[in-house]
């Protein structure tokens, strides 16, 4: 006999004006169980949740709570009904405590003033829940992305919710992070707590699922075990099959890339977080950048954009000197770079998809100080078809687009600029296996033609997969190569704890120099 659904979306459809995204579809969520939603970006995953959430009514159907209708009209509804949602854009203040934002919205009170003590035993009672040791009186701001996801998902489970949904939780986690989290989840449903789980990452749904919902177009495809092979997900979510899921394909130059010459070099650089940075990377090469949380990856890639300052060190490109710290001398020398926070360092939210893509070029297409609007739509139009970018209008705000259609868009911008040497942190972050094989596939039509990709990812099988050549970073600095024919993840992850362990050993040279965490001079 199948359990009782404790909640149910029944026969549900959304519409936004004549867009309808969501057409007659049916979920139960079990307790005890984890209900996986699989579907590309725009397949209707997140509006779904967000009718669970409260963010959004459906147009038509109904939403069951242990088998009785109900109206989830807002978000604070949501919550009172036992209902917590981890969404995959974080809702934390960045100028607030840990502690205050973990009880936002339910601050606690004593005589009518904020009881202090109270608001940081629940907040650490809540971090210890996913084994986060953390400062509660620290600013969210301060914190990485990875951090600030934990504390988010901690802020859910302080509400001691009867059923979770999580959003992407993993995106920004990670192998051990995410092992904890998984943890958590497992005792959860010991604890007869039911789950959504969205992820793209296909083999956790195996290691965290039980029953998967696959939707494609906004309509529901099939559902099936959480053990299903990862062949047929992938024929089921985007409707055909996928023969490589990392397509990688040598480079103009990667057959005689001893010989060639580095199309970005870099020499001695030092910056806050990095010491002594010596790579070059080749046409037709795509090196990896790989490590831990806080290696110094994003640090990089963000110096060598332009995006921050360097104290010393110099970056070339095709021969020729960067000026440090400009992100405009990068770009016109061909430098492209996709961060790896789309929201606030890659996009202008309330700017349309034709703008966003166009931004690298608007500059060199101008004519006597007018921006070519008309030439700008056409290659913005261009460059999305080609990456199928899901939308309703090249017009549109692109904050109405999905979060792998964003990205998508971020990295048509320097594909639209013919940029020569592409700086990509975490490129495939929230992105569907059928969008993810599209970007590789752009990489290697970046390197077919001579140019060259810098890469940091945290998913070492896209590491592995993807790349010539594995430059592995620790405590700042490049602490090994690894040719990918002969690395492994175990190799990877060997060289990535090195300078960790190192510090460990001898904690008064790692506290020389500056004397700031992770930082010497």
Same mark, same amino acid.
């Given at each position: 006999?199948?359990? /009782?659904?404790?909640?149910?979306?029944?026969?549900?459809?959304?519409? *936004?004006?004549?867009?309808?995204?969501?057409?007659?579809?049916?979920?139960?969520?079990?307790?005890?169980?984890?209900?996986?939603?699989?579907?590309?970006?725009?397949?209707?995953?997140?509006?779904?949740?967000?009718?669970?959430?409260?963010?959004?009514?459906?147009? @038509?159907?109904?939403?069951?709570?242990?088998?009785?209708?109900?109206?989830?009209?807002?978000?604070?509804? @949501?919550?009172?009904?036992?209902?917590?949602?981890?969404?995959?854009?974080?809702?934390?203040?960045?100028?607030?405590?840990?502690?205050?934002?973990?009880?936002?919205?339910?601050?606690?009170? &004593?005589?009518?003033?904020?009881?202090?003590?109270?608001?940081?035993?629940?907040? &650490?009672?809540?971090?210890? /829940?996913?084994?986060?040791?953390?400062?509660?009186?620290?600013?969210?701001? +301060?914190?990485?992305?990875?951090?600030?996801?934990?504390?988010?998902?901690?802020?859910?489970?302080?509400?001691?919710?009867?059923?979770?949904?999580?959003? +992407?939780?993993?995106?920004?986690?990670?192998?051990?992070?995410?092992?904890?989290?998984?943890?958590?989840?497992?005792?959860?449903?010991?604890?007869?707590?039911?789950?959504?789980?969205? @992820?793209?990452?296909?083999?956790?749904?195996?290691?965290?699922?039980?029953?998967?919902?696959?939707?494609?177009?906004?309509?529901?495809?099939?559902?099936?075990?959480?053990?299903?092979?990862?062949?047929?997900?992938?024929?089921?979510?985007?409707?055909?099959?996928?023969?490589?899921?990392?397509?990688?394909?040598?480079?103009?130059?990667?057959?005689?890339?001893?010989?060639?010459?580095?199309?970005?070099?870099?020499?001695?650089?030092?910056?806050?977080?990095?010491?002594?940075?010596?790579?070059?990377?080749?046409?037709?090469?795509?090196?990896?950048?790989?490590?831990?949380?806080?290696?110094?990856?994003?640090?990089?890639?963000?110096?060598?954009?332009?995006?921050?300052?360097?104290?010393?060190?110099?970056?070339?490109?095709?021969?020729?000197?960067?000026?440090?710290?400009?992100?405009?001398?990068?770009?016109?020398?061909?430098?492209?770079?996709?961060?790896?926070?789309?929201?606030?360092?890659?996009?202008?939210?309330?700017?349309?998809?034709?703008?966003?893509?166009?931004?690298?070029?608007?500059?060199?297409?101008?004519?006597?100080?007018?921006?070519? &609007?008309?030439? /700008?739509?056409?290659?913005?139009?261009?460059?999305?078809?080609?990456?199928?970018? &899901?939308?309703?209008?090249?017009?549109?705000?692109?904050?109405?687009?999905?979060?792998?259609?964003? /990205?998508?868009?971020? *990295?048509?911008?320097?594909?639209?600029?013919?940029?020569?040497?592409?700086?990509?942190?975490?490129?495939?972050?929230?992105?569907?296996?059928?969008?993810?094989?599209?970007?590789?596939?752009?990489?290697?039509?970046?390197?077919?033609?001579?140019?060259?990709?810098?890469?940091?990812?945290?998913?070492?099988?896209?590491?592995?997969?993807?790349?010539?050549?594995?430059?592995?970073?620790?405590?700042?600095?490049?602490?090994? +190569?690894?040719?990918?024919?002969?690395?492994?993840?175990?190799?990877?992850?060997?060289?990535?704890?090195?300078?960790?362990?190192?510090?460990?050993?001898?904690?008064?040279?790692?506290?020389?120099?500056?004397?700031?965490?992770?930082?010497?001079?």
């Amino acid at each position: 006999m199948s359990p /009782q659904p404790m909640l149910t979306l029944d026969s549900v459809s959304k519409s *936004f004006g004549r867009i309808q995204v969501i057409h007659n579809v049916t979920v139960d969520v079990y307790p005890g169980e984890v209900t996986v939603l699989l579907g590309e970006n725009g397949a209707g995953k997140s509006t779904l949740i967000k009718m669970i959430a409260g963010v959004h009514q459906p147009t @038509s159907g109904r939403i069951l709570l242990d088998g009785e209708p109900v109206s989830i009209t807002d978000t604070k509804t @949501s919550e009172s009904l036992g209902i917590a949602t981890i969404h995959q854009e974080l809702n934390l203040v960045p100028s607030m405590t840990v502690a205050e934002n973990i009880t936002l919205g339910r601050t606690p009170r &004593r005589f009518g003033v904020i009881n202090r003590a109270e608001m940081r035993r629940i907040a &650490r009672d809540a971090l210890a /829940q996913i084994g986060l040791d953390l400062d509660v009186d620290t600013h969210v701001g +301060e914190l990485g992305i990875a951090r600030q996801q934990l504390v988010e998902i901690a802020k859910a489970l302080s509400l001691d919710a009867r059923i979770l949904i999580l959003d +992407e939780p993993t995106a920004a986690l990670t192998t051990s992070e995410i092992e904890a989290l998984f943890d958590v989840v497992r005792d959860l449903k010991a604890k007869n707590v039911g789950m959504v789980f969205i @992820s793209h990452h296909l083999d956790e749904i195996a290691a965290i699922g039980d029953r998967v919902n696959v939707l494609r177009d906004g309509g529901f495809v099939a559902q099936v075990p959480a053990t299903t092979d990862e062949d047929e997900l992938i024929r089921l979510m985007v409707g055909r099959s996928i023969d490589k899921q990392f397509p990688r394909e040598p480079g103009a130059s990667t057959g005689d890339a001893e010989a060639a010459q580095p199309l970005l070099e870099v020499k001695g650089l030092n910056a806050d977080g990095l010491r002594g940075i010596d790579l070059s990377v080749r046409p037709g090469e795509v090196v990896a950048l790989a490590g831990l949380m806080g290696a110094g990856r994003t640090e990089l890639l963000r110096c060598l954009a332009g995006a921050d300052h360097y104290a010393s060190g110099e970056v070339r490109v095709n021969v020729r000197k960067l000026k440090p710290y400009d992100v405009a001398a990068a770009t016109r020398a061909g430098v492209g770079h996709v961060p790896e926070d789309r929201k606030t360092q890659g996009l202008v939210l309330d700017a349309s998809v034709a703008e966003n893509i166009g931004y690298a070029t608007m500059g060199a297409t101008s004519r006597f100080g007018l921006v070519d &609007r008309r030439g /700008q739509r056409a290659r913005a139009e261009r460059i999305a078809e080609r990456l199928r970018i &899901r939308m309703d209008s090249i017009e549109q705000p692109i904050r109405s687009l999905s979060g792998g259609n964003q /990205q998508k868009a971020v *990295f048509g911008r320097w594909f639209s600029a013919g940029s020569k040497v592409l700086l990509l942190d975490e490129p495939t972050r929230g992105v569907d296996v059928g969008a993810k094989v599209e970007i590789y596939e752009l990489i290697n039509e970046i390197t077919a033609g001579g140019g060259c990709v810098l890469m940091a990812s945290s998913d070492l099988p896209e590491v592995l997969g993807m790349s010539d050549r594995v430059l592995v970073m620790s405590q700042g600095t490049i602490a090994g +190569e690894l040719p990918t024919a002969e690395a492994t993840q175990d190799s990877i992850m060997q060289l990535a704890v090195s300078n960790v362990h190192r510090d460990e050993e001898e904690p008064h040279a790692a506290s020389a120099g500056t004397g700031d965490e992770g930082a010497t001079a």
